[in-house]
């Protein structure tokens, strides 16, 4: 115990250091994307080749913007590199979605992903996640919406440490393995704010050390919901405030697993489990007379805790309102939602995503004037002190510790 605690240490972050972004919390909220780099701009749909997403990611240091919405259908992996801020709220129109296969956000040190689509489908290469992370250090994703995993559809496992997953939607892991993903690493992740939605097990599976805080967990199948991990090595969690609500898919409990090396700290989790259209769960028990298999802890373990800590009633408003790339929600989310908001009468787990309609149609859109091509429009420039026709600004850093490009990329989703 000594031990690790001495590790948990080393991993708590200064308060008092640069946000990722206005809003950013927990143990990945630190991560510095591209802020020191240039602006790359996105100008197509195409899998690969100068102005596409790939290409974008593919070298460290940028803050990538869109000025384009729609799908990029990917045919192989997209490899994401270190200090990237992928900034998914600048597309126009119905804003970005990739599909067609996975990401790996894998050694993406310091990497800042928020308001993008990963749909993989049966296109994607089979055993892979929707998106992976198996090493790297300081990472936030917020406002993704993320599917149909062959393998699992969110993992971060291995060596990864100060990972945020926040406000994002993990859905429809494809059967027959139908995952919403592993949390497995002892560096340390925070998952505040998401939708588990239409996944068989691991909503998530969780080992080592984590934080799970105000989470939505709708329609698990057989194989679980919070699958606490059972193996030998040891883990120290928070699951606090979260709202469990069964869907017609679902066959065991909330909780499930866990061993005598899995020490959790459990508040105030709801649990709905009639089915009947109506919210009206009620608290989960939180003493071992329930679950003797983990190792309940008295105190809460001192990670760096979300911004605003809801209610479970609250906090279900506030994953159905903005959870996902919400900006411009598109069918697939829309659907999703529906089902949480039937209480417990809808939802399914799936095979293949054309039984729910595919990606569907995203509207293109029009970016506004650039003159400068700085990723700042015009009249974002103007009415902010800024020269429209000078390229060099855009980088540069604002008296508030942000790049001129990063407050205008974070004032969209403010």
Not at 171 to 188: I, R, V, W
């Amino acid at each position: 115990m000594k031990a690790s605690l001495s590790t948990l240490a080393l991993l708590l972050q200064s308060a008092a250091a640069q946000l990722a972004f206005p809003g950013a919390d927990g143990l990945g909220k630190n991560a510095v994307g591209g802020r020191y780099g240039e602006v790359y701009k996105v100008t197509n749909l195409d899998d690969s080749g100068t102005g596409s997403l790939r290409d974008a990611v593919s070298q460290s240091n940028r803050i990538v913007v869109f000025d384009v919405g729609g799908v990029i259908n990917i045919s192989s992996r997209i490899v994401v590199k270190s200090k990237i801020y992928i900034a998914g709220q600048t597309a126009p129109g119905g804003g970005i979605t990739i599909y067609g296969d996975g990401w790996s956000w894998s050694d993406a040190d310091d990497s800042i992903a928020r308001y993008i689509r990963v749909r993989m489908g049966t296109g994607g290469t089979s055993g892979k996640d929707a998106i992976t992370v198996a090493s790297g250090n300081r990472l936030i994703f917020d406002h993704l919406s993320v599917s149909w995993g062959r393998d699992e559809t969110f993992s971060i496992s291995g060596d990864a440490s100060n990972v945020t997953i926040q406000n994002t939607i993990i859905a429809q892991g494809l059967e027959t393995h139908s995952c919403g993903g592993l949390m497995e690493t002892d560096g340390g992740i925070s998952l505040f704010r998401n939708l588990y939605i239409d996944n068989k097990t691991r909503n998530p599976k969780v080992k080592g050390v984590n934080d799970f805080q105000n989470n939505v967990i709708y329609n698990w199948g057989g194989g679980g919901g919070y699958i606490a991990g059972d193996s030998s090595g040891q883990s120290y969690a928070n699951i606090i405030n979260n709202y469990f609500i069964s869907g017609p898919s679902t066959s065991v409990t909330a909780f499930t697993r866990g061993n005598a090396n899995f020490h959790a700290y459990v508040k105030n989790n709801f649990y709905d489990s009639d089915r009947d259209g109506v919210l009206d769960g009620s608290a989960l028990c939180e003493t071992s007379t329930c679950y003797s298999s983990i190792d309940f802890q008295s105190t809460q373990y001192n990670y760096p805790g979300p911004t605003t800590l809801y209610t479970p009633q609250q906090a279900l408003e506030v994953v159905l309102t903005g959870a996902g790339a919400s900006r411009s929600r598109d069918s697939v989310d829309t659907q999703l939602i529906t089902e949480v908001r039937s209480y417990g009468t809808k939802g399914a787990l799936i095979s293949d995503e054309d039984s729910v309609g595919g990606p569907g149609t995203i509207a293109s859109g029009t970016a506004p004037t650039d003159s400068d091509g700085d990723g700042i429009p015009d009249a974002w420039e103007t009415a902010n002190g800024l020269n429209p026709n000078d390229k060099s600004d855009g980088m540069k850093i604002a008296s508030n510790g942000y790049s001129n490009l990063e407050n205008y990329v974070n004032s969209l989703v403010s």
